[in-house]
């Protein structure tokens, strides 16, 4: 089992930058791929980026080009950098951990990114 805390969010203007981060504990980090999801206000939760345990990446079409997702498997954490935010980024981003092999998802509690002038 795999606990994920996630930080970085918060508030930006439009065209701005923000890092998250995704501190996972308790098992090993390298066994999992790593996923980025985000649920924007009265809307479903959707995949934004994912990287495999081999550090494979792909992205979702809307933020291609935007975001870039990696993972540091020596400080057990997944990043994810956007650049050029725009306000319907806004969403609460959670961290996904899935164990290479299983179809088990750990997830974290969120943390809120708001993108507005």
């Known amino acids: 089992q795999v606990q994920l805390v996630e930080s970085g969010g918060g508030l930006v203007q439009p065209g701005g930058s923000l890092r998250l981060s995704c501190a996972a504990s308790?098992?090993?980090?390298?066994?999992?791929?790593m996923a980025w999801y985000r649920q924007p206000p009265g809307k479903q939760r959707e995949l934004v980026a994912r990287?495999?345990?081999?550090?494979?990446?792909n992205y979702a079409d809307s933020v291609k080009g935007r975001f870039t997702i990696s993972r540091d498997n020596a400080k057990n954490t997944v990043y994810l950098q956007m650049i050029s935010l725009k306000p319907e980024d806004t969403a609460v981003y959670y961290c996904?951990?899935?164990?290479?092999?299983?179809?088990?998802?750990?997830w974290g509690q969120g943390t809120q990114v708001t993108v507005s002038s």
């Open positions: 996904n951990a899935r164990p290479i092999g299983t179809i088990v998802d750990y």
């Open positions: 308790g098992s090993i980090f390298s066994r999992y791929a």
């Open positions: 990287i495999s345990s081999g550090g494979n990446t």
